[in-house]
């Protein structure tokens, strides 16, 4: 029979004290959340903004304040494709942008929001000449960008080939954009188009993201 030295048994009990399951946060923590990342921690909400339960009557108006965010011009109106134009991700509201300073932000008075990690959203792009009460689409390169404290921490660009968009063609498809792990942690989020681009409008809808409250103390 073979005999198991002590320092073996000294091993194997070691081993066996370890917690199981890996570290608290997993995969899901990440640096400069101050901790934050479990699913079921207080304080973090996932959002998929779709902008179907907007009301109505605002239509048209500025968002602001809107799901834990302020929406910097941006305004939510119907993507009406009876004859053709952009087919919304999830119809049929969407979230009109303009070309340029358009922002989602955790900066705004009475927020309760710190950070926030930017997942996805669908886009395209529109020069605003309306199919009959369409949006027609229009070719654009889309620049993102992240901020935390006023400093830049993210960038990222993506191209937007328009498609259909007609009433022979079909109507053309918005395009999914997946942001990097840099956007996790930002407190401000720019949209921009190439300046070459005849663009007026970014259309965009189905945005996925995870806030972060303050910390009370």
């Known amino acids: 029979m073979y005999k198991i030295a002590p320092i073996c048994l000294a091993l194997i009990a070691t081993v066996a004290a370890l917690p199981q399951g890996g570290p608290p946060f997993g995969g899901d923590h990440h640096e400069g959340d101050k901790g934050r990342g479990g699913p079921d921690e207080p304080g973090r909400t996932d959002y998929l903004s779709t902008f179907e339960?907007?009301?109505?009557?605002?239509?048209?108006?500025?968002i602001g304040p809107y799901n834990g965010l302020f929406w910097e011009n941006m305004a939510v109106d119907v993507a009406d494709t009876l004859l053709g134009g952009i087919k919304a991700q999830s119809p049929p509201n969407v979230a009109i942008a303009?070309?340029?300073?358009?922002?989602?932000?955790?900066?705004?008075?009475?927020?309760?929001?710190?950070?926030?990690?930017?997942?996805?959203?669908?886009?395209?792009?529109?020069?605003?000449?309306?199919?009959?009460?369409?949006?027609?689409?229009?070719?654009?390169?889309?620049?993102?960008?992240?901020?935390?404290?006023?400093?830049?921490?993210?960038?990222?660009?993506?191209?937007?080939?328009?498609?259909?968009?007609?009433?022979?063609?079909?109507?053309?498809?918005?395009?999914?954009?997946?942001?990097?792990?840099?956007?996790?942690?930002?407190?401000?989020?720019?949209?921009?188009?190439d300046s070459l681009d005849e663009v007026d409008s970014i259309i965009i809808d189905n945005v996925q993201y995870t806030t972060y409250n303050a910390d009370l103390e």
């Open 53 to 62: 339960d907007y009301d109505d009557d605002a239509l048209g108006n500025d």
């Open 98 to 193: 303009d070309a340029i300073d358009a922002s989602i932000s955790t900066q705004y008075p009475g927020s309760v929001t710190d950070i926030f990690d930017l997942h996805r959203f669908y886009f395209a792009c529109s020069n605003d000449v309306l199919v009959v009460g369409g949006l027609t689409p229009t070719d654009c390169t889309l620049t993102v960008t992240g901020y935390r404290a006023s400093q830049q921490i993210a960038r990222q660009s993506i191209r937007y080939f328009a498609a259909g968009g007609t009433l022979l063609s079909g109507d053309a498809p918005m395009r999914r954009f997946t942001l990097n792990n840099f956007f996790k942690g930002v407190d401000t989020v720019r949209f921009d188009v």
